[in-house]
């Protein structure tokens, strides 16, 4: 019987094995053999990987590994793909593949952002940039240029790709690490609901209108928490949630339930703005800074004859003709 | 459902762990063997993939929101490296008429 490790390392050598035989260019039955293989190899890690997780009891998680499966593959055919327009759209598949993971992991705004900024604007530049350089094969025959069929050194790079592969594998998966993981999982169940009700305390706009609607008052009616600490004004008597407002003259008690916590992109905005504001400020100036680099990088040098030359540093021309210059 | 899915899973953040060193481990084999300058930058965005999905689930771990936080910024990081990185790639193309990162090769230093 082997140990999980050493059997998860045996499944990322194969699969490696089945990457190198996919990437070298070859006869067609090489390659289909290589699918296979690597294929195989990586069922085998969903497997070894999830019998890591639930103790090999359980129903499959059919869709996270239908995602992680489909982003592999993507992934696979982005670096083994002969034309760099496959390969940027095999990229989509990836970004929308883990985007599904990021759902199920209950991250529903970056999931939508992920598209957005990346299989809407990134993937766009990407191909806009394939568009401009793009050539057309020298001989006839062929359907890609040379530098695209054929890998530099494929076997050492895979044999890279392994080593770091088998470096994460051990971290990630080592037995340790996983009892960790599920410790501290079983605290942040508990955990994750205090954090929750702690970012509805950082919203008092949003809580003051869902206030407002329990007690049936307009918009404009004047309200305020009462609460001995301000940062924490939604209380908890160990079952369940409240907070207590001074509104019309009188203090009222109101219980909130689950339904009230914030969502996802709310505790997402909430954490961003009030805990990393210096970040977006710089984030943005990055972003600025990348812009201008990228005008000044990509902007057309103009060839100056001698004339022109001599014009701009000072000196007479050296022709005789006086209306001979090109475009400055 | 809804409840079903915001439940924590273990098996969902451990295939999402391997996804995710799996993306990084080919984007960079990808970005070592690919010659096309276009596609060693499209692996590097691969890798951004994997760090950001290992982030989305090790927020899900510990139950905390700033993991998705830090995706915004490897989000921003990775727009303006395709910025900067596709203005060089068009820069490159114009000086030798081809994406084969090889015709810089003597660049190095022997």
């Excluded at chain 1, 594998?169 to 994750?192: D, I």
């Excluded at chain 1, 407002?245 to 709310?266: C, E, F, H, W, Y």
């Excluded at chain 2, 900067?84 to 230093?109: C, F, I, M, N, P």
Aim: glycine share 8%.
């Amino acid at each position: 019987m082997l140990s999980s490790a050493t059997a998860m390392l045996a499944l990322a050598a194969f699969a490696s094995a089945g990457l190198v035989m996919i990437m070298r260019p070859g006869a067609r039955s090489i390659r289909l053999a290589g699918s296979v293989l690597g294929l195989a190899g990586v069922a085998g890690l969903f497997v070894e990987v999830l019998k890591l997780a639930s103790g090999g009891a359980g129903i499959p998680p059919v869709l996270p590994v239908l995602f992680g499966a489909i982003a592999i593959f993507g992934a696979a055919r982005v670096i083994t793909h002969p034309r760099p327009v496959f390969a940027a759209i095999y990229f989509i598949l990836v970004v929308i593949a883990s985007a599904g993971l990021f759902l199920l992991l209950g991250a529903d705004f970056m999931a939508f952002a992920l598209i957005i900024v990346y299989a809407g604007a990134i993937l766009v530049t990407y191909m806009f940039v394939l568009m401009l350089a793009q050539q057309s094969p020298q001989d006839g025959e062929t359907s890609a240029n040379w530098y695209d069929r054929a890998p530099r050194e494929a076997l050492s790079c895979v044999i890279i790709g392994f080593v770091m592969i088998a470096t994460l594998g051990q971290v990630l998966f080592n037995p340790n690490e996983e009892a960790r993981r599920v410790a501290s999982s079983v605290q942040g169940e508990v955990q994750s609901d205090a954090d929750l009700w702690n970012t509805l305390s950082r919203m008092p706009k949003h809580l003051k209108s869902i206030a407002r609607e329990k007690l049936q008052l307009s918009r404009d009616e004047p309200i305020t928490f009462v609460a001995s600490d301000p940062n924490a004004v939604v209380q908890s008597d160990g079952k369940d949630h409240f907070v207590v407002v001074t509104a019309q003259g009188k203090d009222q008690r109101i219980s909130l339930s689950a339904a009230d916590l914030p969502m996802n992109a709310q505790v997402v905005g909430t954490t961003l703005v009030r805990d990393y504001p210096a970040s977006i400020e710089v984030a943005g100036v990055i972003l600025t800074m990348a812009l201008f680099g990228a005008v000044v990088l990509a902007r057309k040098q103009v060839e100056l004859g001698e004339d022109e030359r001599r014009v701009l540093a000072g000196l007479s021309r050296l022709s005789v003709e006086p209306e001979s210059g090109g475009p400055r | 459902m809804t409840e079903l899915l915001a439940t924590y899973d273990a098996s969902s953040v451990n295939a999402a762990l391997l996804t995710s060193s799996l993306l990084f481990g080919i984007g960079l084999v990808g970005f070592l063997s690919r010659r096309n300058m276009i596609v060693m930058f499209l692996c590097t965005e691969l890798m951004f993939q994997g760090a950001a999905l290992a982030m989305i689930a090790f927020g899900r771990v510990h139950g905390n929101p700033d993991g998705q936080t830090f995706v915004i910024f490897i989000l921003t990081i990775a727009a303006a490296e395709a910025a900067l990185a596709l203005g060089l790639v068009v820069l490159l193309y114009r000086r030798r008429e081809t994406l084969d990162s090889e015709a810089w090769s003597e660049l190095k230093e022997c």
